[in-house]
């Protein structure tokens, strides 16, 4: 398992979270390995999935390669459940000090979600690997421009409101990487099983972050 750094740093790499909200975990694993084959190799199970723990330990032994965290964590004693489980990274859509200070004793990433500068400077000094800005679509990528001009140190995920028509504008503002949920992991297409369809989409969102990291 990689280290607490390695991690955060690979949350960066591809530029794209996978965030998976489904009602039945049966076809996760599937919709992850589509994923992973079109190039998004981070992957987040929200912990509104059915039987999230069993599924985050399922994709864990049968997605290699793939990076595999939990979403929608609230309290600590979500974190040690979910690390336990497999969980690699920790993600939450609040800022509460004490997940922070249990993924650190975990040595997971942790991204704490924040909506305005006084929030996200908190969530990044408490130890914050990246802050999910949520919900992102509100303001824009003009948001994050004029946020990181005065805190060019965060680093900062946009989620709600990503798509393929706002992710490279979102990655121009200066976002470190993209939480992409319904608009890549749509309820047709899991309830369709269409996973080339998938990992088409996967692939589409790679590029448009490569694109924009290039234009940059």
Excluded: W
Excluded at 80 to 100: D, E, H, L, R, T
Aim: aromatic share 6%; with cysteine; net charge neutral.
């Amino acid at each position: 398992m990689p280290g607490r750094t390695e991690a955060a740093a690979r949350l960066c790499d591809k530029g794209i979270i996978a965030i998976v909200r489904a009602r039945s975990s049966a076809q996760l694993i599937d919709a992850a390995r589509a994923m992973l084959a079109g190039g998004v190799d981070c992957i987040e199970i929200t912990m509104t999935t059915p039987n999230a723990l069993a599924v985050i330990a399922a994709c864990r032994k049968e997605v290699a390669g793939a990076l595999i965290g939990v979403g929608s964590v609230l309290d600590a004693p979500t974190v040690k459940a979910a690390v336990a489980a497999g969980a690699q990274y920790v993600v939450s859509p609040i800022f509460n000090p004490a997940v922070v200070q249990a993924c650190a004793a975990a040595d997971v990433p942790t991204m704490p979600g924040a909506f305005t500068p006084t929030e996200i400077q908190a969530a990044s000094a408490a130890g914050a690997d990246i802050v999910k800005v949520f919900p992102a679509g509100f303001f824009g990528p003009e948001f994050f421009r004029a946020i990181l001009a005065p805190m060019p140190h965060l680093k900062l995920s946009p989620t709600g409101g990503v798509d393929l028509t706002t992710a490279g504008a979102f990655i121009k503002a200066g976002a470190a990487t993209l939480g992409v949920g319904s608009a890549l992991v749509s309820k047709d297409i899991l309830a369709a099983g269409d996973f080339g369809r998938l990992q088409d989409i996967a692939s589409q969102y790679v590029r448009a972050v490569a694109d924009a990291r290039a234009a940059k």
